[in-house]
């Protein structure tokens, strides 16, 4: 694994091992071992949208590592001013370790993967959200011991997480089913890679999708960059939401995951957020573990 770039490159094992690791490196923050797997190494962060969760877990991860992160606002280098995503990379890779990006088009990060000689990990962009995925799955896997067996529905907007939800979670060995409206479908190379697996379900009926569920996940339903749509894609998403009703239809055990930040009462009910805040917060934290992992395997 040379980079982090979406979760159609990760194998099976390779996800496992970083899921492995991420639960050693938690297990050692919360004893106080000292982990310095990263001493004397940089990592730069561009960030063209805002963020809460990844820039301070890749930040304070970095720093538990005993390196260091740099976070480097898109409006603040040449980037913001045209210089091209290929010769950032050719320079940046003379000076850093290792290069986290958020941007908008998932191409952006291939070419800065291409031409930069450093590892490359994708930090958002519209087409995946890796890092919140591992995140995901190290979670599901604390709370439920393991992956087989257990089917996770994903109910909202065929967006970054649906997309790496659907490869992440199939890849880990659960079955998948996804209720998104019309017009709001996960990307072609997912449901390419998806139809291959005979415990995958598409559907427009959120209620049909979370039978029998042990994992219900939600994301917003305008994601940014599509801040403009927000009134339209209320209306296209109603009733595509995680609510008292949906978690009737799953196992009467089932937890619920959301990548923050939450809209209640949009694609998820107060009440329910409340009654799963503990598996939700506890997913926020992974966030830096499963980080620290990827950052140990592509930087160490
Ligand atoms: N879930 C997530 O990526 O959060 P931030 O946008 O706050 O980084
Ligand atoms: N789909 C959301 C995820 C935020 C972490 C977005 O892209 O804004």
Redesign the pocket.
Known sequence: MKHLLKMLDLSKEEIIDILNLADQLKYELKHSIPHPHLKGRSLGMIFQ?A?T??RVSFETGMYQLGGHALFLSASDLQIGRGEPVQDTARVLSRYLDGIMIRTYKQEEVENLAEYGSIPVING?T?FS?PC?VLADLMTIREFKGQFDDLKMCFIG?G???ANSLIVGCLKAGMAVSAACPEGYRPAPEVLEFAKDYDCFELTDSPIKAAENADVLIT??W?????EGEAEKRKLAFKGYQINDEIMAAAKSDAMVQH???AHREEEITEKVFEAHANEIFEEAENRLHAQKAVMVKLMA
């Open positions: 949208k963020s969760r990844t958002l519209d959200h919140q907007d967006n970054n997480m994301d917003v305008a994601s940014m960059g599509q990548c923050l930040p």
